[in-house]
């Protein structure tokens, strides 16, 4: 705890209280999400991050408008943390043509080209080539920008995690691999699935700085993962984090979660984020009861516009089914 | 301009001789020196000179860079493809055969074809990827599938399938130009071989089939390697009286259903000749498009002659066997109009 403290001492009050209103954002945003999903307003797969927005909210801080980023299918907390619109996102959960994929993605594809977010990516693995793919663009045209792709411990086993390691290493490319290890690949915990269950590790066989951070902890995540981009930034090529953290949820809206003992899952709930950092804070005396009120209040108000735009947004006509198999424009 | 100079320059010979290979080359380098968007990737494509020689010489002249050897992880350098399309580069990915671009399948599916759609038309991917394809050199049953008839099942991606010197030469550009993803599928056993083509050849499109021989009793469909058994068939039919026309399919996505009703139409017989299998096959859908859409024009039940249902053997008798080849397209013209 003596850590965090003198972490905490480091950081602008303002933005620390920031880190808090975000991951409050994406806490109470996927809040909603449930309850829309259980009155029919939003289908398909609902992959919750909740437990794991500390990730999220302190990698994102690390990057620049200009950077690109890659996500998986439980990408809520990235999109929002990426800049795009809260309404946007809702409304693609809720299908409509003014979400940010025209409500050709759901919840699992979330793009926007003004943010540079490549996507929710719902196969596991498949977003790392294009990771490596944008950074090989940013080094042949001699741009300095960081590519981060986020992934799960279950993209580890992956052929296409390893391809992709051993590519950005040889080419030197400006990409940040962000490994969300979670513990479990749906229902399947690391070490069934696993022969060396160090992540960090075996990336480092690639030959790229790869080390270890606690998920749980927005600052300690924020502080590693600033000091990995600036690292790229300065021309270091790849470098690799695993955060550590854990999901609260089910792997989707519903599981029995025969997999995991609810003991492991209360043990993880003491070290929630959206427990303990506002309790950080409030030792520190930099929030109090009524501020995280406050900000509550002002989540609370933008999840509801967002809500109520995603309600009154329109749905695509049925006539443009068919529109963005091919492009509508001309390439230049 | 002197009576002199002038007699020079009609003297200047209008036509060149190039293999296949030589052509794709020819594209590649001007490609290469038009944009320098563009690069080459693939396994082999530079040092080596690529696995069937296409791009030798390139390396020399455009360096690692542009002309970039990968290592063998074709998932993840035709997802790079992708990433560096969407991030504004021209790439082109060569993969060495079309057996081998099964690893890539998750890419190529899942990525390439879906992005622009997924993401409500925000990113385009105007990425170009070439592969071999075919049978024909005894290389047995892991490297002489024509699987393009797959690719072509997917929407999203476009896919070409130059029989031609001209198209060899020519469906580069245009692919390059496009916006969206375009797959070539080159006919391996046609790169050695020799044509004349105009020392400066004229573009080419990649939206329509094309009518390489006009006939009046039978339509022959096909596209690719097959070009040239098929041809050689009409001919020798020709020598029967049989006049057969021979369409080329050209590009496989999207099909040029139109071309292959016309000609239906002029010929009311079709035969569609495909190096693919016939189940489940690209001469299955040609099939059905001719029903749907010229069924009244028919004099006779649409054929198909494809390679023999079997992964493709190594003894050459048996490869010989398992193809369409010319004699066999023959016979089925000649079962077909009544002759045989």
């Not at chain 1, 990995?228 to 953290?245: D, K, N, V, W």
């Not at chain 2, 530079?46 to 002249?61: D, H, K, P, Q």
């Amino acid at each position: 705890m003596a850590v965090q403290e003198a972490r905490l001492a480091t950081v602008d009050p303002d933005h620390a209280r920031h880190l808090l209103r975000e991951m409050l954002r994406i806490r109470r945003f996927e809040e909603r999400c449930v309850e829309l999903y259980s009155a029919t307003k939003i289908r398909g797969f609902l992959h919750l991050y909740i437990g794991e927005e500390a990730v999220a909210v302190g990698a994102m801080q690390a990057l620049e408008p200009t950077d690109a980023v890659v996500a998986t299918y439980r990408e809520h907390g990235h999109a929002l943390m990426r800049g795009i619109p809260m309404r946007a996102v809702m409304a693609e959960m809720f299908g409509k043509v003014d979400g940010c994929s025209r409500g050709r993605g759901g919840s699992m594809h979330l793009f926007d080209a003004a943010t540079r977010f490549y996507g929710g990516n719902a196969i596991v693995g498949g977003g790392l080539p294009l990771a490596v793919g944008l950074g090989l663009a940013d080094r042949m045209r001699g741009r300095s920008r960081v590519t981060a792709c986020f992934f799960g411990d279950g993209a580890v086993v992956e052929g296409e995690f390893h391809e992709s390691m051993n590519l950005t290493a040889l080419w030197h490319l400006p990409v940040l691999w962000l490994c969300e290890n979670n513990m479990y690949a749906m229902g399947t915990r690391l070490d069934r699935a696993q022969s060396e269950t160090d992540i960090a590790l075996r990336a480092s066989s690639y030959r790229m700085p790869a080390w270890s951070v606690d998920g749980m902890d927005v600052l300690a995540v924020e502080e590693a993962t600033r000091r990995a981009a600036e690292s790229i930034r300065a021309g270091a090529g790849p470098l690799f984090l695993e955060y550590r953290t854990y999901r609260f949820r089910a792997h989707s809206m519903y599981d029995p979660e025969r997999y995991r003992a609810k003991e492991e899952v209360e043990a993880w709930k003491e070290r929630d984020p959206l427990v303990t950092y506002p309790a950080l804070l409030g030792r520190a005396g930099l929030v109090t009861d009524e501020v995280v009120g406050e900000l509550e209040g002002e989540v609370a108000a933008e999840i509801d516009e967002a809500v109520a735009f995603a309600e009154t947004s329109a749905i695509e006509p049925v006539e443009d089914l068919t529109r963005f198999v091919y492009s509508e424009r001309t390439a230049s | 301009m002197s009576v002199a100079t002038q007699a020079v320059e009609i003297a200047r010979p209008q036509v060149q001789r190039l293999t296949y290979r030589e052509a794709m080359r020819a594209a590649l380098r001007e490609a290469l020196l038009r944009d320098d968007r563009v690069f080459l990737m693939g396994e082999d494509v530079g040092r080596y000179g690529g696995c069937f020689a296409v791009s030798l010489g390139l390396l020399e002249e455009f360096g690692p860079e542009r002309i970039r050897d990968t290592p063998l992880s074709e998932s993840t350098f035709v997802g790079a493809g992708i990433g560096a399309a969407m991030a504004g580069l021209r790439p082109i990915v060569e993969i060495m055969t079309v057996n081998f671009s099964l690893l890539a399948l998750d890419q190529i599916v899942n990525n390439a074809a879906t992005i622009l759609h997924m993401s409500g038309g925000q990113f385009n991917v105007p990425l170009v990827v070439r592969m071999a394809t075919g049978a024909g050199r005894q290389l047995a049953a892991q490297h002489s599938h024509s699987l393009e008839g797959w690719y072509a099942h997917i929407p999203g991606i476009k896919v070409l399938a130059p029989g031609t010197l001209a198209d060899f030469r020519g469906m580069l550009q245009p692919a390059l130009d496009d916006p969206d993803p375009v797959f070539i599928f080159e006919n391996a056993a046609l790169y050695s071989t020799e044509g004349e083509i105009a020392a400066d050849p004229p573009a080419v499109d990649i939206e329509h089939a094309s009518v390489r021989r006009a006939g009046t009793d039978v339509s022959l469909v096909t596209y690719g390697g097959m070009l040239r058994n098929v041809l050689e068939a009409a001919e020798s039919l020709a020598a029967e009286g049989i006049d057969a026309e021979v369409l080329d399919l050209r590009v496989l996505r999207p099909l040029d259903a139109e071309a292959v009703l016309h000609s239906v139409g002029r010929t009311h017989r079709a035969i569609i000749v495909d190096e693919g299998w016939r189940s489940g096959s690209l001469a299955a859908e040609v099939s059905a498009r001719i029903m749907e859409g010229a069924f009244y024009e028919l004099d006779a039940p649409v054929d198909r002659v494809c390679t023999a249902e079997v992964p493709m053997p190594y003894a050459k008798h048996l490869e010989d066997a398992a193809l369409p080849q010319p004699a066999s397209i023959a016979a089925a013209v000649r079962q077909m109009v009544g002759h045989g």
